[in-house]
């Protein structure tokens, strides 16, 4: 019988790990998003700081989950090659993130621009790594 980690590219899992780290401090900042962002969930940059550390902590180890379980996915399913790492990522975001988070952001009366914004980063996390697990598989 296999054992659910055999043959699992650690380094790209950790790739992915990072580069959806980097993608968030990116997508969150002022370059991106940050000001919208933070209107729409009504905080202020000053009420935001300070504390970080647990939410950058669950955002690396669930971000850790995601690549594993695409990891093993792409293996269960021969993928190998970019454009269609990156489209079924893509796929998978838009058809099982977005939706949920759009369904728990409609009954929490979340606005649609802040649903678009946190949806959109995980769809693009997951596109990136479609990408990073193809491309090294």
């Known amino acids: 019988m296999e054992n659910l980690f055999d043959h699992i590219n650690w380094l790209a899992v950790l790739a992915c790990t990072v580069s959806s780290m980097v993608l968030g401090a990116l997508w969150y900042s002022p370059v991106l998003f940050a000001k919208a962002w933070m209107a729409e969930i ?29 990891e093993k996915l792409f293996i269960k399913l021969g993928v190998h090659t970019i454009p269609v790492g990156a489209k079924i990522s893509a ?3 838009l058809g099982f993130v977005l939706t949920a988070i759009l369904v728990g952001d409609t009954f929490s009366k979340r606005s649609f621009k802040l649903t678009m914004i946190t949806g959109f980063y995980h769809v693009v996390q997951m596109t990136i790594m479609g990408i990073i697990l193809s491309a090294w598989n």
């Open 42 to 70: 009504g905080k202020k940059r000053e009420e935001l700081m300070g504390g970080a550390g647990k939410g950058y902590a669950i955002a690396a180890f669930c971000s850790f989950i995601v690549a594993l379980v695409l």
């Open 91 to 93: 796929v998978l975001g």
